[in-house]
T-cell receptor, first 115, second 113 residues
Framework: KAGVTQTPRYLIKTRGQQVTLSCSPI?????VSWYQQTPGQGLQFLFE???????NKGNFPGRFSGRQFSNSRSEMNVSTLELGDSALYLC??????????????FGPGTRLTVL | GENVEQHPSTLSVQEGDSAVIKCTYS??????FPWYKQELGKGPQLIID?????GEKKDQRIAVTLNKTAKHFSLHITETQPEDSAVYFC????????????FGGGTRVLVKP
């Protein structure tokens, strides 16, 4: 079974630009969560999507947004990029809908560098 | 909100020895505790998880224990091998928060051959 895929793997942007990252979950999984990983703040939860609806949200500014499509693929968007947005963005996939916290499987991440 | 602390931040062990990583959590409502291993350039890989209705779980050389009263859980790796070298993260989740995981700061483990 194919794992979680994320594209692109690397991105370089300049301040003020916007960026869109993509995540394809494991086949059959309907929940996609996004995390930001930085050396200073560690792994932080951004948001979760299930059945095309945002089900949970972390403490990030509104510049960070996401969506999920009917095939469970998800995208996250960061607008007006700041230097501090440089990070590894990780997507995690799970079945969803079980009523308990699912086992989550992570993709390889997208490394975003903001210059 | 939930807070997870992880210790130590670095751990160096001799091949064949055991490694223990400890985490504490703040919210007594937490009920799911996974452990992830992250190698350089890769995403976190789930190695073992435990739910609050279980006190201990083992999978070959890896075991996790949970003490709900003290609000801490630990990862035990026995007979360490060089390929166990990586960064390990603990996490906690509250059922009401769905799939949101709160992570500890990570432990860099180095297994010396």
């Amino acid at each position: 079974k194919a794992g979680v895929t994320q594209t692109p793997r690397y991105l370089i942007k300049t301040r003020g630009q916007q960026v869109t990252l993509s995540c394809s979950p494991i086949s059959g999984h309907r929940s996609v969560s996004w995390y930001q990983q930085t050396p200073g703040q560690g792994l932080q939860f951004l948001f979760e999507y299930f059945s095309e609806t945002q089900r949970n949200k972390g403490n990030f500014p509104g510049r960070f947004s996401g969506r999920q499509f009917s095939n469970s693929r998800s995208e996250m968007n960061v607008s007006t990029l700041e230097l501090g947005d440089s990070a590894l963005y990780l997507c995690a996939s799970s079945f969803g809908g079980s009523g308990v916290t699912d086992t989550q499987y992570f993709g390889p991440g997208t490394r975003l560098t903001v210059l | 909100g939930e807070n997870v602390e992880q210790h130590p931040s670095t751990l160096s062990v001799q091949e064949g020895d055991s490694a223990v990583i400890k985490c504490t959590y703040s919210d007594s409502a937490s009920n799911y505790f996974p452990w992830y291993k992250q190698e350089l350039g890769k995403g976190p890989q789930l190695i073992i998880d435990i739910r609050s209705n279980v006190g201990e779980k083992k999978d070959q050389r890896i075991a996790v224990t949970l003490n709900k009263t003290a609000k801490h859980f630990s990862l035990h790796i026995t007979e360490t091998q060089p390929e166990d070298s990586a960064v390990y993260f603990c996490a906690a989740s509250i059922k009401a928060a769905g799939n949101k995981l709160t992570f500890g700061g990570g432990t860099r483990v180095l297994v010396k051959p």
